[in-house]
């Protein structure tokens, strides 16, 4: 994907938490923040793009600054509009049909709700790649010794590369088989449970392949309702319990260590991390 190229070319010497305006720079798109109705959208001028990032009217001057200052370059910027702005950027190269003098002109854009969604789609995935590149992520956690299958390494993580643990944890599941396989991390894996009411619900979720047979797979989706109904949802405001649990499934028996911690102080969202003791064992 070209979109991913560009981006890990300039996150090649750069340091933690990459700016953004450097892609913003490569792809002609000027910055600005304003008070908004969306997030952010993306908006084509002569020369090149507009993106609009949503911020109140005192905020404005600050964040222009920020930007603007290469230092920071949009390392400072809060999870949320890194997000926002690196999905815009996304669109920008979602423009085809250039012109002559090599102008975006047109916009790739779907006419049905499913083509929109599958573009919007595209996008977030991108905006992933570029706040949270393969390369950066796997040589962070080599050189830090991380112990990845730990809430503070994956704290760690969202601190330094300055994203959501949603956004980490999508990017994670593309790597986690990777990163196992170079002998990065144990067997186990990262889920963000959300508890609604008195069920609990899998947001998302990285494991290692290993992890991945322990459960079975129900039309092509994972069942993880034996785990979350194993997960005790005790309410604690400290955040981190370890639960040695023999958890099975009908083609394999694996002791676990399950460690939760609430990300919010009304215990709605908590990440679980999920470290298999020995392979797994098929019965
Ligand atoms: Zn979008």
């Known amino acids: 994907m070209n979109f991913a190229q560009e981006a890990s070319a300039h996150a090649e010497h750069t340091d933690l938490p990459l700016p953004l305006r450097p892609l913003a720079d490569s792809q002609r798109a ?8 969306v997030a952010g959208r993306i908006a084509v001028v002569d020369g090149g793009f507009v993106v609009y990032i949503r911020a109140s009217t005192r905020e404005v ?5 920020c930007f603007d200052d290469p230092r920071d370059g949009g390392r400072s910027l809060d999870v949320r509009r890194r997000f ?10 979602l423009f085809d049909d250039r012109g002559p003098d090599d102008l975006p002109r047109k916009p790739v854009a779907g006419t049905h709700a499913s083509e929109l969604a599958a573009l919007e789609r595209v996008c977030n995935e991108a905006a992933g790649l570029v706040l949270v590149p393969d390369r950066l992520v796997s040589s962070y956690i080599r050189t830090n010794a991380l112990d990845l299958l730990s809430y503070g390494a994956v704290q760690a993580l969202q601190d330094k590369f300055r994203v959501s643990p949603d956004v980490l944890i999508i990017r994670l599941a593309k790597l986690l088989p990777q990163l196992h396989a170079a002998d990065l991390i144990e067997h186990g894996g990262i889920l963000l449970i959300e508890r609604r009411a008195d069920t609990t619900a899998v947001q998302h979720i990285a494991l290692t392949p290993d992890a991945y047979r322990l ?9 993880l309702s034996a785990l979350t109904t194993q997960v005790p949802l005790v309410d604690s405001q400290s955040h981190e319990c370890r639960i040695p649990c023999l958890y099975s499934t009908r083609r394999a028996i694996q002791e676990a260590v399950v460690t939760v911690a609430w990300l919010s102080r009304t ?8 470290r298999l003791k020995g392979s797994p064992q098929l019965v």
Do not use: C, I, M, Y
């Open 84 to 93: 926002t702005l690196a999905h815009e950027l996304a669109h920008s190269f």
């Open 267 to 274: 215990n709605e969202r908590a990440l679980v991390t999920l």
């Open 215 to 223: 459960f079975e797979r129900k039309g092509g989706a994972l069942d």
């Open 61 to 65: 001057d600050t964040l222009h600054a």
């Open 30 to 37: 000027t910055v600005r923040f304003q008070p908004l109705l």
